[in-house]
Protein backbone atom coordinates (compact mmCIF):
# COMPACT_ATOMS: atom_id res chain seq x y z
CA UNK A 1 0.00 0.00 0.00
CA UNK A 2 1.31 3.22 -0.89
CA UNK A 3 1.73 5.79 1.91
CA UNK A 4 0.06 8.94 0.27
CA UNK A 5 0.68 11.31 2.95
CA UNK A 6 5.02 11.52 1.63
CA UNK A 7 3.63 12.39 -2.03
CA UNK A 8 2.65 15.97 -2.17
CA UNK A 9 0.23 16.36 -4.40
CA UNK A 10 -1.84 14.45 -1.66
CA UNK A 11 -0.80 17.03 0.97
CA UNK A 12 -3.42 19.29 2.44
CA UNK A 13 -3.42 23.07 1.23
CA UNK A 14 -2.99 25.29 4.33
CA UNK A 15 -3.95 28.46 2.25
CA UNK A 16 -7.53 26.40 0.95
CA UNK A 17 -8.93 24.99 4.12
CA UNK A 18 -12.13 27.53 4.32
CA UNK A 19 -12.86 26.27 0.30
CA UNK A 20 -16.42 24.84 1.41
CA UNK A 21 -17.86 28.40 3.11
CA UNK A 22 -16.03 30.83 0.83
CA UNK A 23 -18.21 32.89 -2.10
CA UNK A 24 -17.63 32.08 -5.64
CA UNK A 25 -15.52 35.30 -5.89
CA UNK A 26 -13.25 33.79 -3.01
CA UNK A 27 -13.16 30.11 -4.52
CA UNK A 28 -12.37 32.04 -7.87
CA UNK A 29 -9.75 34.21 -6.37
CA UNK A 30 -8.23 31.22 -4.74
CA UNK A 31 -7.68 28.84 -7.50
CA UNK A 32 -6.26 31.67 -9.59
CA UNK A 33 -3.27 32.18 -7.44
CA UNK A 34 -2.83 28.43 -7.36
CA UNK A 35 -2.81 28.27 -10.98
CA UNK A 36 0.08 31.17 -11.21
CA UNK A 37 2.28 28.47 -9.44
CA UNK A 38 2.40 26.52 -12.70
CA UNK A 39 4.25 28.48 -15.03
CA UNK A 40 6.96 29.58 -12.40
CA UNK A 41 7.50 25.72 -11.66
CA UNK A 42 7.65 25.22 -15.33
CA UNK A 43 10.32 27.35 -15.70
CA UNK A 44 12.77 25.61 -13.22
CA UNK A 45 12.63 22.53 -15.12
CA UNK A 46 12.87 24.29 -18.95
CA UNK A 47 16.56 22.23 -19.05
CA UNK A 48 15.13 19.10 -18.53
CA UNK A 49 12.44 19.24 -20.94
CA UNK A 50 14.84 20.75 -23.80
CA UNK A 51 16.90 17.50 -23.00
CA UNK A 52 13.92 15.48 -23.61
CA UNK A 53 12.85 17.41 -26.33
CA UNK A 54 15.96 17.21 -28.17
CA UNK A 55 15.91 13.61 -28.24
CA UNK A 56 12.17 13.45 -29.15
CA UNK A 57 13.27 15.37 -32.10
CA UNK A 58 16.22 12.72 -33.13
CA UNK A 59 13.98 9.51 -32.82
CA UNK A 60 10.75 11.09 -34.70
CA UNK A 61 14.01 12.13 -37.44
CA UNK A 62 14.88 8.43 -37.37
CA UNK A 63 11.95 7.17 -38.09
CA UNK A 64 10.67 6.53 -34.70
CA UNK A 65 7.67 7.39 -32.73
CA UNK A 66 6.36 8.90 -29.59
CA UNK A 67 4.89 7.16 -27.05
CA UNK A 68 2.91 9.02 -24.18
CA UNK A 69 1.47 6.31 -21.32
CA UNK A 70 -0.61 7.28 -18.73
CA UNK A 71 -3.42 6.66 -16.10
CA UNK A 72 -6.72 8.68 -15.37
CA UNK A 73 -5.92 12.53 -15.93
CA UNK A 74 -2.13 12.07 -16.82
CA UNK A 75 -3.53 9.49 -19.14
CA UNK A 76 -6.09 11.49 -20.62
CA UNK A 77 -4.32 14.42 -20.85
CA UNK A 78 -1.62 12.14 -23.23
CA UNK A 79 -4.10 10.98 -25.49
CA UNK A 80 -5.35 14.25 -26.11
CA UNK A 81 -1.71 15.82 -26.79
CA UNK A 82 -0.87 13.19 -29.42
CA UNK A 83 -4.80 13.29 -31.09
CA UNK A 84 -3.98 16.75 -31.79
CA UNK A 85 -1.04 16.07 -33.49
CA UNK A 86 -2.24 15.10 -36.59
CA UNK A 87 -4.89 17.98 -37.51
CA UNK A 88 -2.14 20.64 -36.08
CA UNK A 89 1.21 19.21 -37.71
CA UNK A 90 -0.36 17.06 -40.44
CA UNK A 91 1.15 13.64 -39.00
CA UNK A 92 0.70 10.17 -39.42
CA UNK A 93 -2.01 9.00 -36.75
CA UNK A 94 0.70 6.49 -35.60
CA UNK A 95 3.62 8.98 -35.35
CA UNK A 96 2.07 10.02 -31.81
CA UNK A 97 0.60 7.80 -29.84
CA UNK A 98 -1.38 8.09 -26.49
CA UNK A 99 -1.98 5.06 -24.12
CA UNK A 100 -4.24 5.46 -21.01
CA UNK A 101 -4.57 2.54 -18.63
CA UNK A 102 -7.98 0.59 -19.13
CA UNK A 103 -7.77 1.45 -22.91
CA UNK A 104 -10.41 4.28 -24.11
CA UNK A 105 -13.17 3.39 -21.91
CA UNK A 106 -11.07 4.72 -19.30
CA UNK A 107 -11.38 8.17 -21.49
CA UNK A 108 -14.74 8.92 -20.53
CA UNK A 109 -15.03 6.47 -17.51
CA UNK A 110 -12.54 5.01 -14.59
CA UNK A 111 -11.45 1.51 -14.75
CA UNK A 112 -10.94 -0.11 -11.35
CA UNK A 113 -7.21 -1.21 -11.21
CA UNK A 114 -6.33 -0.42 -14.20
CA UNK A 115 -3.55 1.93 -12.69
CA UNK A 116 -2.00 -0.98 -10.99
CA UNK A 117 -1.93 -3.13 -13.91
CA UNK A 118 1.98 -3.96 -14.97
CA UNK A 119 1.38 -6.65 -16.99
CA UNK A 120 -1.25 -3.87 -19.04
CA UNK A 121 1.66 -1.34 -19.60
CA UNK A 122 3.53 -3.95 -21.51
CA UNK A 123 0.84 -5.58 -23.35
CA UNK A 124 -0.27 -1.88 -24.42
CA UNK A 125 3.06 -1.23 -26.03
CA UNK A 126 3.50 -4.81 -27.08
CA UNK A 127 0.28 -4.13 -29.19
CA UNK A 128 1.85 -1.46 -31.13
CA UNK A 129 5.31 -3.52 -31.64
CA UNK A 130 7.59 -1.27 -29.59
CA UNK A 131 10.88 -0.81 -31.09
CA UNK A 132 14.23 0.70 -29.69
CA UNK A 133 13.80 3.76 -32.51
CA UNK A 134 10.43 4.49 -30.45
CA UNK A 135 10.36 7.14 -27.74
CA UNK A 136 8.26 6.42 -24.59
CA UNK A 137 7.04 9.05 -22.21
CA UNK A 138 5.71 8.15 -18.87
CA UNK A 139 3.03 10.80 -17.12
CA UNK A 140 1.96 10.44 -13.58
CA UNK A 141 1.54 13.37 -11.34
CA UNK A 142 2.66 10.96 -8.10
CA UNK A 143 5.46 9.39 -10.16
CA UNK A 144 4.52 6.29 -8.65
CA UNK A 145 1.41 4.50 -10.90
CA UNK A 146 2.93 1.18 -11.29
CA UNK A 147 0.95 0.88 -14.59
CA UNK A 148 3.18 3.99 -15.78
CA UNK A 149 6.39 2.98 -14.28
CA UNK A 150 6.08 -1.13 -16.32
CA UNK A 151 5.82 0.51 -19.56
CA UNK A 152 8.75 3.02 -18.97
CA UNK A 153 10.58 -0.53 -17.75
CA UNK A 154 9.60 -2.14 -20.52
CA UNK A 155 10.59 0.47 -23.16
CA UNK A 156 14.33 0.91 -21.93
CA UNK A 157 14.41 -3.03 -21.91
CA UNK A 158 14.04 -3.31 -25.79
CA UNK A 159 16.29 0.08 -26.32
CA UNK A 160 13.90 2.67 -26.12
CA UNK A 161 14.30 6.06 -25.19
CA UNK A 162 12.12 7.26 -22.31
CA UNK A 163 11.22 10.57 -19.97
CA UNK A 164 9.04 10.68 -17.02
CA UNK A 165 6.57 13.73 -16.47
CA UNK A 166 5.33 13.99 -12.92
CA UNK A 167 4.39 16.74 -10.56
CA UNK A 168 6.41 15.24 -7.29
CA UNK A 169 9.78 15.39 -6.31
CA UNK A 170 11.79 11.99 -5.93
CA UNK A 171 9.68 9.93 -7.84
CA UNK A 172 10.32 6.49 -8.56
CA UNK A 173 9.27 7.00 -12.01
CA UNK A 174 12.08 10.12 -12.73
CA UNK A 175 14.67 6.76 -11.38
CA UNK A 176 13.91 4.24 -14.15
CA UNK A 177 13.49 6.90 -17.15
CA UNK A 178 16.42 8.84 -19.25
CA UNK A 179 14.87 11.95 -19.14
CA UNK A 180 13.33 13.00 -15.97
CA UNK A 181 11.20 16.00 -15.61
CA UNK A 182 9.70 16.54 -12.42
CA UNK A 183 7.76 20.10 -11.81
CA UNK A 184 6.84 19.85 -8.05
CA UNK A 185 3.10 21.97 -7.71
CA UNK A 186 2.72 21.38 -4.67
CA UNK A 187 -0.38 21.02 -2.94
CA UNK A 188 -3.36 21.01 -4.83
CA UNK A 189 -6.17 23.50 -4.00
CA UNK A 190 -8.90 20.59 -3.67
CA UNK A 191 -6.42 17.85 -1.76
CA UNK A 192 -5.33 14.90 -3.96
CA UNK A 193 -7.38 16.50 -7.44
CA UNK A 194 -4.26 16.05 -9.50
CA UNK A 195 -6.45 17.64 -12.85
CA UNK A 196 -5.94 21.04 -11.48
CA UNK A 197 -2.42 22.37 -10.60
CA UNK A 198 -0.38 18.88 -11.67
CA UNK A 199 -2.60 18.65 -14.66
CA UNK A 200 -2.30 22.10 -15.46
CA UNK A 201 1.71 21.34 -15.63
CA UNK A 202 1.27 18.68 -17.64
CA UNK A 203 -0.79 19.63 -20.28
CA UNK A 204 2.05 22.69 -20.81
CA UNK A 205 4.81 20.63 -20.09
CA UNK A 206 3.31 18.11 -23.30
CA UNK A 207 2.44 21.50 -25.17
CA UNK A 208 6.36 22.41 -25.22
CA UNK A 209 7.68 18.71 -26.10
CA UNK A 210 5.47 18.16 -29.21
CA UNK A 211 5.39 21.36 -30.33
CA UNK A 212 8.63 21.94 -30.09
CA UNK A 213 9.85 18.91 -31.71
CA UNK A 214 7.21 19.39 -34.57
CA UNK A 215 8.67 23.12 -35.22
CA UNK A 216 12.33 21.63 -35.79
CA UNK A 217 10.79 18.93 -37.91
CA UNK A 218 10.05 21.51 -40.15
CA UNK A 219 6.35 21.34 -39.69
CA UNK A 220 5.98 25.49 -39.01
CA UNK A 221 7.26 28.28 -41.27
CA UNK A 222 7.81 31.56 -38.66
CA UNK A 223 5.17 30.70 -36.20
CA UNK A 224 2.69 29.16 -38.84
CA UNK A 225 1.04 25.56 -38.95
CA UNK A 226 2.37 24.95 -42.94
CA UNK A 227 1.20 20.95 -42.28
CA UNK A 228 -2.24 21.50 -41.29
CA UNK A 229 -5.13 19.26 -42.50
CA UNK A 230 -7.31 20.78 -44.71
CA UNK A 231 -10.35 18.35 -42.97
CA UNK A 232 -13.03 21.33 -42.63
CA UNK A 233 -13.95 24.53 -43.74
CA UNK A 234 -12.36 26.17 -40.92
CA UNK A 235 -9.02 24.92 -41.72
CA UNK A 236 -9.28 25.67 -45.34
CA UNK A 237 -9.62 29.30 -44.26
CA UNK A 238 -7.02 28.88 -42.23
CA UNK A 239 -4.56 27.62 -44.89
CA UNK A 240 -5.48 30.23 -47.47
CA UNK A 241 -4.80 32.63 -44.90
CA UNK A 242 -1.49 31.37 -44.29
CA UNK A 243 -0.72 31.16 -47.67
CA UNK A 244 -1.29 34.71 -48.45
CA UNK A 245 0.26 35.61 -45.43
CA UNK A 246 3.61 33.77 -46.45
CA UNK A 247 3.40 34.54 -50.21
CA UNK A 248 1.73 37.98 -50.64
CA UNK A 249 -0.29 36.59 -53.11
CA UNK A 250 -4.35 36.93 -53.58
CA UNK A 251 -6.76 34.56 -51.56
CA UNK A 252 -7.98 33.18 -55.30
CA UNK A 253 -4.20 32.77 -56.16
CA UNK A 254 -3.89 31.04 -52.52
CA UNK A 255 -6.75 29.16 -53.38
CA UNK A 256 -5.95 27.87 -56.59
CA UNK A 257 -2.52 26.60 -55.84
CA UNK A 258 -3.63 24.86 -52.81
CA UNK A 259 -6.67 23.31 -54.77
CA UNK A 260 -3.38 22.30 -57.20
CA UNK A 261 -0.78 20.69 -54.73
CA UNK A 262 -3.85 19.57 -51.54
CA UNK A 263 -1.01 20.97 -49.02
CA UNK A 264 0.03 23.92 -47.45
CA UNK A 265 3.63 23.61 -47.32
CA UNK A 266 3.71 22.66 -51.13
CA UNK A 267 1.92 25.46 -52.14
CA UNK A 268 3.74 28.02 -50.59
CA UNK A 269 7.07 26.49 -51.83
CA UNK A 270 5.55 26.09 -55.42
CA UNK A 271 4.96 29.95 -55.38
CA UNK A 272 8.15 31.14 -53.96
CA UNK A 273 10.55 28.67 -55.76
CA UNK A 274 8.32 28.87 -58.70
CA UNK A 275 8.33 25.34 -59.45
CA UNK A 276 5.71 23.89 -60.67
CA UNK A 277 6.60 20.12 -60.46
CA UNK A 278 5.24 18.43 -57.13
CA UNK A 279 7.83 15.52 -57.38
CA UNK A 280 10.80 18.16 -57.65
CA UNK A 281 8.83 20.09 -55.09
CA UNK A 282 8.71 16.98 -52.43
CA UNK A 283 12.26 16.07 -52.84
CA UNK A 284 13.89 19.59 -52.47
CA UNK A 285 11.76 20.08 -49.11
CA UNK A 286 12.79 15.88 -48.73
CA UNK A 287 16.35 16.78 -48.75
CA UNK A 288 16.09 19.83 -45.81
CA UNK A 289 14.16 17.61 -43.72
CA UNK A 290 10.62 19.83 -44.81
CA UNK A 291 12.13 23.21 -43.17
CA UNK A 292 10.87 26.18 -46.44
CA UNK A 293 13.53 28.78 -45.21
CA UNK A 294 16.21 26.40 -45.84
CA UNK A 295 14.91 24.77 -48.52
CA UNK A 296 14.67 28.28 -50.50
CA UNK A 297 17.43 29.35 -49.43
CA UNK A 298 19.69 26.70 -51.04
CA UNK A 299 16.81 26.25 -53.96
CA UNK A 300 17.73 30.24 -54.98
CA UNK A 301 21.12 30.20 -53.79
CA UNK A 302 21.72 27.58 -56.59
CA UNK A 303 19.02 28.83 -59.02
CA UNK A 304 16.91 25.70 -59.29
Not at 241 to 267: D, M, P, R
Amino acid sequence: MVDIKSISTEQRNTLTKNLDVSSTSEILKLLNNEDKIVPNVIEGVLKEIEKTVDAVTQSLANGGRLFYIGAGTSGRLGVLDASECVPTFGVPNNMVIGIIAGGDKALRHPVEGAEDNKTAAVHDLEKHKLTNKDFVIGIAASGRTPYVIAGVEYARSIGAKTAGITTSNNAPLSKVVDFPIEAVTGAEPLTGSTRMKSGTAQKLILNMISTTAMVKLGKVYENLMIDIQMSNDKLISRAISIVVEVTGESEAVAESYLNKFKAVKQAIFAIMSKIDDIDEINAILSQYNGNIREALRHTIKLGV
